[in-house]
């Protein structure tokens, strides 16, 4: 889940991030963030304002890691069905590590925090949904060069397909978390993706 923290604003994001995302928003306290992380909550308050602004931070630090993946997975280099196939195989390892680590499967952290507090706090529902956005963006361009090389129906509707694939991503984590169980997302998610998508069964092998 990253490499070790170095000081106390990064020990309190990652423990945001675990005890946050592997628990619910509303159930961790700032208290049980600062005693997790081992930081004073003087210091909590010195680097962030709120709970909301560590939530919100610590989404910026996962997306900036997602970021990286996503850069080289979905490198104009590569061939776009290759592309899915890296995703949907990180997406799996990335709930294995965190499942090993955790001690239970977590899903879509970004799913779950958006669902549980988008209606209470303005922002960080719009956070939640600008890191959306982000993600589908990779999947458009995708798309898009699947078309051109005739891998997909040419009449394939970018954008509809984009939030397909995302929907489809956060339904499978959800049931993972919910199951508490990733033998189904193992087995059936990169198939079951690239069925979505259109993907003939030939260009899948």
Known sequence: MGRAPTNSKEKLMETAKELIWSESYNGVSVDDICKKSGVKKGSFYHYFPSKAHLAMETMDMCMEETKAHYDDFFSPTRPPVERFRLMARYVIEQQKEMSDQLGHV?????????SEIAAQDDNMGKKVVSICDKKRTYYKSAINEL????LIAPDTDTEAKAHEIFAFIVGYLMMSRINNDLSFLENNFERGLFDLIGIKQETQE
Do not use: H, R
């Open 147 to 150: 078309k051109e090389e005739k």
């Open 106 to 114: 977590c899903g879509c952290p970004f799913a779950s925090l958006g």
